[in-house]
Structure formats: structure tokens, C-alpha cells
């Protein structure tokens, strides 16, 4: 009687964990975005070297959680001019950015202690992208990674 | 107010265990020494993103995975703790705040302060500062500031810079190193990597080199490098010797192993402890386990790490040096005398 009783409350519970389980499951959904960029310096021309992207949901979840700049994926460029299409997590967040820095030295290493001519720059977008979009990055600021571009200074 | 009482309680007891039962330290081979475990974790379920959710729920079965928070939260309370520290020869151990939203979470600096104060003097507290909004931080330095003054507790500060998303040479941190010169509170700043989903892992969130600039512009601010240099993504000391350097060159400049005990890091510890010694800077490493993490892990790090003190020649001096002794030093804290120590060793 017992052993049956302590059996049923198993199946019981387990049941009940699995569903809890399977509600509590997050629900993964995607949007194909294609972006169609041009990487530009602010004054001058552009040096020569390979172009390094990070993508971000400009913000992801909601109340002390809520943060900017979550990322989504890299990708590289030898050409100021590029095309690069996505799956933008509709589940993590809102809003774009793409950060961008090129590696003017070639190292790989986006600045190190001593060297640092790396310039970087960041573009935003507050509604969620969606098909084809056209960016343009303007690289700005020398070793700057998106963090100190967005959020900007409020005025 | 069941809290309150659950914690009153806790204390009573733990103040009867401990009182029956004085710290003895543990036994390196010549002698009883006294720990401190700098690096250790709190927090709350709810408090963590869903990435870090993933991972810590990773091996429990499908079905089940709802037992995490519960289990989590229990693991990470003052007693339970206190309990881990205390079946390892544990005296007592940094308690780090966290807000590293895009990582592991918030353990925010009032909930720690609670957590210190309910421990019985056995966990300091690191206060630590919200940084996901770098360009308008004033309110959060002054609110930063004015933690160590509402809870003379918080002994130290925790930043992990690969957590916040903020480079190492990033100066617009530089307002929290004159807080900590300025108050003579220590530092303790994450360096290497982390397997936790999230974490920057390029060389300006991970070699402590990139932080040099910094600890020249404030002599006065103790810096620790955590895990020193540790690469535990990818399981190598690939920035261990920049942490050394460091500590070599500069008289503000401290080193933490968390993590290199733990079974992830049994082909490295050996090679980790050596170059320590061979770097002459046991008298710049603190210890600490990056703990709780599971039951019976802070017990399993320190076992190792001693075990892998002992192999290398470390003396009883130098083991004391690192497992209490600098940590004592640095936060100007006082050590009770070891029971069962004999008169001559007092």
C-alpha cells in the first residue's frame, strides 16, 4: 500500500515536472536579416585591412535584467562595401547594432596595450530589423569597443 | 521575518559549533595553517539571465531542470556556506556582489552586505558597481561610494571587466580605482577567461597587461588579478605570465588562482604553482576557489591546491603566506590564534 502510494506520488511529480518543464521551455524564434553596409572613416581615407563586425540586440530582457548590446555573431570584411545576411534572435531582444573595427596593424588583436590604431565605430537601429537594410559605420574613435558608444552620454 | 528568524537561528548554531569546536586550520605536513577563501559566489535564481540558466541546468535531466532554482538558491545561502567552508578547514572567505547582466547575473551589493552580516564574521564583503551604462555612471559611482560607508562590512571591490562587457584598458573605470585608492578599499578584477556564455574572451577583456596603465595611474589602489591570468575556456595559462610580470613589477599588484584547483585545471596546477614559486611572487598570491559551485567543491580545490603546493616544494611558510597570511595583510584583518597551536607558535 505504501509502495504503491510513494509510486503514484513519483509519477505524480515527475509528470508535473515534465510539463512544468515543458512550459518553462524557452521558445527560440528567428527573422532572416540581410544587411547591405558601408564602413567609412570620419575624415581621411580608409587604411587598408580587414574589417571585424559584432552584432548585437540593441537590448535584451526586461526589468534589473534588461541590459544593451547583446550580442548575436561576428563576421569579417575585406571591403569597406559588404553584404551579410543573419538570423536575428527575435526571442533575445530588441533593436540592432553593428559594431565594426579595422585591423590596421594586422595583428588580429583589436589593440593591444601598445599598439593602438585600431579604429572602431558603432551604428544603431531601434526598431527590430527585418529583410533587407541598408548601415552605414562610421569608425570614429581609436580601441573602442561598442560599450563606449551605446548607450551614448545622455545630455 | 521568517528570513530574519532563519538567520538568527543560523547563527546561534553555527556561533555554538564554532564555539565548541575553535578553528584549528589545516595540516600542510609540518603544521596547521590558517585559510582564507578570498573568492566565492552568492546570488539568487531569479537573478540570472537565461544563458547562465542553460548552463548550470546543463547535465540535470529533462524533466528536471526545474529543481535548479531551488537547488541553486540553497546552495548559495550564508549557511549552507558557512557549511562548505567549514568541512573544508575553511575560516572564512570574500563574498563578491556581481552585475554582470550579460553573464552570470546580479548579486547585488546589498544582498551580499545581508549575507556578511548574518555570517558571523567569518565573510568579508566586495562591493561591486553597474556598469552596462558606462557613459552615464555618476549616480552609479555615488551610490558605488556610499555602499562602504551605509556597510563598514564590505571590505574589498569585485569588478570582472570580461563579465561587464567593459575592456580592460577602458579608462572610463579609472573613477572606481580612485574610490578604491582613495578608501584603501582592495580590488579583486576578473582576468582570463570563463566558460560562462556571455563572457569576453579577446585579449583586452583577458590579459591583465591591458590594465597596467591603470595600476601605475593608481599606486595607492591594491589590484588583484583574478585567476591570474587563467584562460579556463580554453584551459591554458595563457596570460599567467602577464600576471606575474605585473605582481614582479609592481608593489600594488596581487594574484588569485580561483578555478586552478577545480578538475578542469588538473593538467595545469602543477605548471601554475611552479611558476609562482619560480617567479618569486608567493608573497603576491592570495588564495581563492571561485566556490561554492557544488557541494563539496571549495573542499576539493583547496585539497588540490595544497596537494599541488606539497609536490612542488612550497614550505609550510610559504603555503601559510599564500592560503591566509597575504590575504590577512592586504585587508588588515586579524586571524584568530589556531587551536591546538602550540604556546611557542602563538
Redesign the interface.
Known sequence: MMTFRLGSLLVTLSAAALLVACSDAPQEKYQTVTLNGKVRMIAGPMPSGKLHFRLYNLWYLEGELRHPLEEIEDFESDTAEFTHTFEYPLHKGTGLAVHAWLDTDGDGIFCTPDARIDPAGLTTMDETPSGEIDITITLSDNCRAAGFFYPPKRQ | MQKLFVGLLAMILAGAIWAEDPYAGIDVGERNVAVIDIHLHTGEWD?M??GFHERLAENVP??????MGPISDWMLGTDIMLGQLEDAGIYGGGLFALYS??TT??APNEFVAERVAESGGRLWGFASIR??????SDEELAAFEQVFADYPQMAGIKLAHAHQ???L??E?AYPVYEISQRLGKPMYLHTGSSPNP?TRF???YSDP??L??AIRKYPGAIFILGHTGYDSKGIALTYTDSAIRLAQQYDNVYMEPGALGATRAENLIDDFVVRLKEGNVLHKVIYGSDGPQFPGYVQSHLENYVAAMQRNGYTADEMEMVLSGNFARVFGIELPPLAGAAKGDE
Open positions: 537573478k539571465p537565461p529533462t524533466g528536471f531542470k526545474w529543481t547582466p550579460h547575473g546580479l556598469w552596462d551604462d558606462l557613459n552615464n562587457q567593459v575592456r584598458d577602458d572610463r556571455g579577446e585579449p583586452p597587461a591591458y597596467e596603465d
